[in-house]
């Protein structure tokens, strides 16, 4: 049994909600002809994987081939965007109201995920994820963790497991495929993850090194390349997608 954090009040300082028809650029920029992670993820990232409409954020993963820019062959394209140089914040609560794709798509990799706006070398400033999901027919949850460095020991990650799955009570198969609220509390000493306000996960302070500099929202949808690859059944044809409804970002009063 988790023991819940003091109770605050939390006050909006940011919300995105994804009206009209185009990512507000003032806010989010979009990863463009770029990969991503060691060893390179299975998908390229291009903006065509990104769109809004009906009041949502749409990631879009297709299974095509595409040529990077080193010349390389990805077999799929994807989206990612992030709020890098737009927004950023220090502490508070971070809400995203998400509809994930079905376990069937096999090494789909959706997250939502906060990382530092200073740039310091991964991970000596902490990699918040929300969460995150990988597509396999035999485990339906979501995980959240925290990856986290001594400082200067840029690459030595010392929470290389994720922190906890989490899948709801009696669910049902691809329960994550309806919305729900994916949330982190960041405090000074804790960290505190969420799903429809059901605490899962504490991070503590000491000996954990917690995040000190303010951190930009990231969502994306890449394709695993090590630990559930796609199959050859795996639905990609025509697009499987990872649908944000709105972000909420909060401080605490």
Request: overall charge negative; hydrophobic content about 35%.
């Given at each position: 049994m988790l023991t819940p954090p003091p109770p605050v009040n939390w006050k909006m300082s940011w919300e995105e909600n994804f009206d009209g028809t185009s990512l507000n650029a003032s806010r989010w920029k979009v990863k463009s002809n770029q990969s991503h992670c060691c060893p390179t993820e299975l998908s390229l990232y291009v903006p065509?994987?990104?769109?809004?409409?009906?009041?949502?954020?749409?990631?879009?993963?297709?299974?095509?081939?595409?040529?990077?820019?080193?010349?390389?062959?990805?077999?799929?394209?994807s989206g990612?965007?992030?709020?890098?140089?737009?927004?950023?914040q220090k502490y508070g609560r971070f809400d995203a109201n998400c509809s994930l794709p079905s376990t069937d798509a096999t090494g789909i990799w959706p997250a939502f995920w906060l990382m530092p706006q200073n740039g310091t070398c991964w991970?000596?400033?902490?990699?918040?994820?929300?969460?995150?999901?990988?597509?396999?027919?035999?485990q339906d949850w979501i995980w959240g963790s925290y990856h986290w460095a001594k400082p200067t020991a840029c690459g030595k990650d010392l929470e290389p497991i994720p922190g906890a799955p989490y899948r709801p009570k009696n669910s049902k198969k691809d329960w994550q495929t309806e919305f729900h609220v994916y949330t982190v509390e960041w405090r000074e000493n804790r960290l505190d993850f969420y799903v429809d306000n059901n605490l899962y996960l504490t991070r503590i302070e000491d000996p954990i090194i917690l995040p000190t500099d303010p951190m930009f929202i990231i969502f994306d949808q890449a394709v695993d390349p090590w630990l559930f690859r796609p199959g050859k059944?795996?639905?990609?044809?025509?697009?499987?997608?990872?649908?944000?409804?709105?972000?909420?970002?909060?401080?605490?009063?």
């Amino acid at each position: 049994m988790l023991t819940p954090p003091p109770p605050v009040n939390w006050k909006m300082s940011w919300e995105e909600n994804f009206d009209g028809t185009s990512l507000n650029a003032s806010r989010w920029k979009v990863k463009s002809n770029q990969s991503h992670c060691c060893p390179t993820e299975l998908s390229l990232y291009v903006p065509s994987a990104v769109t809004v409409s009906n009041g949502m954020l749409h990631i879009t993963t297709k299974e095509e081939q595409i040529l990077g820019p080193k010349g390389q062959v990805f077999n799929f394209t994807s989206g990612w965007v992030d709020s890098q140089d737009r927004f950023s914040q220090k502490y508070g609560r971070f809400d995203a109201n998400c509809s994930l794709p079905s376990t069937d798509a096999t090494g789909i990799w959706p997250a939502f995920w906060l990382m530092p706006q200073n740039g310091t070398c991964w991970p000596t400033g902490g990699e918040i994820d929300i969460f995150e999901m990988n597509g396999d027919p035999i485990q339906d949850w979501i995980w959240g963790s925290y990856h986290w460095a001594k400082p200067t020991a840029c690459g030595k990650d010392l929470e290389p497991i994720p922190g906890a799955p989490y899948r709801p009570k009696n669910s049902k198969k691809d329960w994550q495929t309806e919305f729900h609220v994916y949330t982190v509390e960041w405090r000074e000493n804790r960290l505190d993850f969420y799903v429809d306000n059901n605490l899962y996960l504490t991070r503590i302070e000491d000996p954990i090194i917690l995040p000190t500099d303010p951190m930009f929202i990231i969502f994306d949808q890449a394709v695993d390349p090590w630990l559930f690859r796609p199959g050859k059944n795996a639905p990609y044809g025509d697009g499987v997608t990872m649908k944000v409804d709105w972000v909420k970002v909060y401080t605490a009063e």
